[in-house]
């Protein structure tokens, strides 16, 4: 079942994010859609409306009439998984956040991003390894083990073909980068790591082990630690991020970001 649901500001503008939780895992090909009211008794699909994503189970609500003539409202989610159907209580950002914070958190986004955009912020692709899904030729059934997933294209290093979801906008400002000498696990001496230190958004929301791709200059980086930046401790709004810049050499920089499949949106066979 859906445990929470939260809706707040997001960095775009004239724009709401709403993220859930699940209590446990809906099947790969669930349905979700997302309905909003004003009055919490009239409800509007607005699926259509906004970018959802059924992997970091989140919606962006694109334009709400809510921000426009300054009403308050409210949100449901219904997932339809396995035959049973999941539904969301009705939510409201201000159920978070009261008017005067939704418009501080507003303003600290814009702020974020104005300084990204006019200064050294960059525009990332963010691409999330896949959780099901046909295993890559790498993957060991028998051990539960990928062996020699650096060297597998149809999996790109990942426990399941095409390797990862497809990618979502976001934006990031490279703050410092070091270069590191660590061990290798094979025993062979010592080899050299680079690590950049980065800002970025709470939505998307980066994990460890996702890609991330500049696509100026096609480089490529793992994300490492992530640490967010709550308003009153409940609202992310900025994050702290480690990146591990990828070697040219490694097998991500073969997938094409322009054509990874959509496990949701597959021709049925």
């Not at 999941?86 to 201000?94: F, G, H, I, K, R």
């Not at 998307?204 to 480089?219: H, K, Q, S, W």
Request: net charge negative.
């Amino acid at each position: 079942m859906i445990t929470n649901l939260t809706v707040q500001p997001h960095w775009g503008t004239n724009e709401l994010a709403l993220e859930w939780k699940t209590s446990e895992t809906p099947a790969p090909d669930h349905h979700v859609t997302v309905l909003s009211s004003i009055d919490s008794e009239h409800w509007v699909n607005v699926s259509s409306q906004g970018a959802l994503d059924t992997v970091g189970q989140t919606f962006i609500h694109k334009e709400p009439l809510s921000l426009r003539r300054m009403q308050e409202v409210f949100y449901r989610v219904i997932i339809q998984t396995d035959g049973q159907r999941w539904d969301s209580p009705s939510v409201s950002a201000q159920q978070l956040l009261r008017p005067h914070e939704f418009a501080a958190v507003r303003q600290m986004l814009a702020h974020e991003l104005h300084n990204m955009r006019v200064g050294d912020g960059l525009e990332v692709l963010l691409l999330k390894p896949l959780t099901f899904g046909e295993p890559a030729d790498s993957f060991d059934s028998e051990t539960g083990q990928s062996l020699a997933a650096n060297q597998d294209l149809s999996g790109f290093g990942e426990a399941f073909k095409n390797g990862f979801f497809p990618p979502v906008t976001t934006h990031m400002q490279f703050v410092a980068q070091k270069d590191l000498a660590e061990e290798s696990p094979q025993g062979k001496g010592a080899y050299e790591i680079s690590v950049i230190q980065a800002r970025g958004f709470c939505f998307p929301r980066p994990a460890r082990g996702d890609l991330i791709i500049n696509t100026a200059i096609d480089e490529r980086y793992v994300v490492g630690k992530v640490v967010p930046h709550r308003f009153r401790g409940i609202v992310g709004v900025t994050c702290d991020i480690t990146l591990d810049v990828l070697p040219r050499g490694d097998i991500r920089y073969k997938l094409d970001q322009n054509n990874v499949p959509d496990p949701y949106n597959q021709p049925a066979e």
